[in-house]
């Protein structure tokens, strides 16, 4: 991965620039030194640089005033700044200025290469704008304590050969973060493939996965190569894995196992090296103890696992990604307006169908709405689930909205407020509800 990168060490301790230096050649990265500020400006100018690891605490300019001057003067740079007395403030603040990472003395040499080979990785892709966060970029924005933990297992995992679980409801970007999982290891370079083992039929898969020789059955008119085979020196990403057949599961256990794969009808086997990445929406332990899972499949896949949280958990995010699909299903650069209503609606909905669905419904609100501004008239929400009880009440969404909503306003007294906080949701929703059923509230309806 590091081909002629060129990666620049600022630090005032000899010592340390030669262990960097060091443990930077060790990997094939071509090393600058300096040090201090003002050298390390010189080394700038001087040639083409891909990354700056420097100490924080310098005499003369520090690196926190490098990383100022970078961040203004080559803003595509990444930096790293070192430091033996960091405190958690500090660590933001870097951050904030425009530093992608910072780092506590005495460091890591592996977790270090691993962390500038996923920075080298991303900054191929697009140019690394001082402040961002990619990782963000690539999973659509997400500000939540949930996300913010989810960034920082995959930024710990992905440049390790661990196999990876990646469990969580449909629609919440599993497929999005494998890729991501993928584009930050050390297999980049590699294939990354993705096989649907919730749409494949049974019958299929086997030949879909391992592949078959000529002859091996009806139809099977030339040898076929396998999506395993294919996804050699890369990463293979087996989505909705609780769906394969028993028989299924035992050839995909040997194979991770042994790492060989025998192709239908074929006799000799064939070595595969891919990372392995699974997903599913099921409850895989549960499908153990049902005994529809192997559990020795079960733990093989879990070696690392990846929780990924459903939208409505995270609902301090929604705002941040309904920006980014807007801005990306407008053309003419004139961005829509959510109306109020529908701001906080959104806020209360359950997104049973998760990222996606948000993502679906903003793409038909931009079309249905004809004047800059999305109202609800323009969001296909789905009705309450039917089955589900509501907050703090006896009640239970059994027959129409329109029946339950009515409901609760007779059990208030038809104060709106009253049964607003009875069903859980807002003023403001409780009377779009009331004008869309066309419910009477002066009095009770006949």
């Known amino acids: 991965m590091s081909g002629e990168r060129t990666i620049l060490v600022v630090d005032d301790d000899a010592g340390i620039r030669q262990v960097l230096q060091d443990l930077l050649a060790s990997a094939g990265y071509r090393t600058l ?14 040639g083409d640089v891909d990354l700056v690891i420097s100490d924080d605490k310098m005499p003369g300019m520090s690196g926190r005033e490098l990383l100022w001057e970078c961040v203004r003067r080559w803003p595509g740079l990444p930096v790293i700044l070192l430091t033996g007395y ?40 697009r140019p690394w704008a001082g402040g961002g966060n990619l990782l963000t970029e690539e999973l659509w924005g997400g500000k939540s304590p949930s996300m913010q933990r989810l960034y920082k297992l995959i930024e710990r995992v992905a440049p390790t050969e661990a196999t990876i679980l990646l469990l969580g409801e449909s629609g919440t970007g599993k497929e999005k973060i494998a890729g991501l999982l993928h584009r930050l290891s050390q297999r980049s370079r ?23 020789a000529k002859g091996a059955f009806t139809n099977a008119f030339k040898d076929k190569k396998g999506l395993v085979a294919e996804a050699h020196g890369g990463t293979l990403f087996l989505d909705e894995i609780g769906n394969i057949s028993s028989e299924m599961q035992l050839r995909l256990l040997r194979f991770l196992q042994e790492r060989k794969i025998r192709r239908v009808g074929d006799v000799a086997e064939t070595p ?5 990445i699974a997903a599913t929406n099921a409850d895989l332990a549960e499908l153990v103890r049902r005994g529809e899972f192997r559990e020795d499949l079960y733990y093989r896949l879990k070696v690392i696992t990846i929780q990924v949280p459903p939208l409505r958990e995270r609902k301090a995010d929604i705002p941040v990604l309904a920006d980014r699909f807007l801005q990306l299903f407008t053309e003419d ?29 903003l793409e038909a609100a931009v079309i249905l709405s004809s004047d800059g501004v999305i109202r609800m008239d323009d969001m296909q929400f ?6 589900s009880p509501l907050p703090g009440s006896g009640l239970s969404l059994e027959g129409s909205e329109r029946q339950v909503v009515v409901s609760a306003l007779e059990k208030c007294n038809w104060v709106v407020k009253d049964a607003a ?11 779009y509800k009331i004008k869309k059923f066309r419910i009477e509230t002066g009095r009770k309806p006949g």
């Open 86 to 125: 960091g405190t958690v403030p500090e660590a933001v603040e870097a951050i904030k200025g425009g530093a992608v990472d910072y780092l506590l003395k005495p460091f890591d040499g592996r977790d270090l290469l691993g962390k500038i080979a996923s920075i080298l990785v991303l900054r191929d892709g």
């Open 333 to 361: 650069g004139r961005l829509p307006r959510l109306d109020a209503e529908v701001a906080e609606a959104m806020l209360e909905y359950g997104w049973p169908g998760n990222v996606r669905e948000l993502r679906n419904m």
């Open 33 to 46: 030194l300096a040090t201090d500020g003002e050298e390390a400006l010189l080394k700038l100018e001087g």
């Open 190 to 212: 590699g294939p990354f493939v993705v096989v649907d083992c919730g749409s494949t039929p049974s019958t299929l898969l086997e030949s879909e996965l391992f592949g078959h």
């Open 421 to 431: 906080d009875l069903l859980g949701i807002s003023r403001r929703t409780m009377h």
């Open 272 to 276: 595969v090296n891919c990372r392995v």
């Open 382 to 387: 789905e009705e309450a689930d039917l089955d």
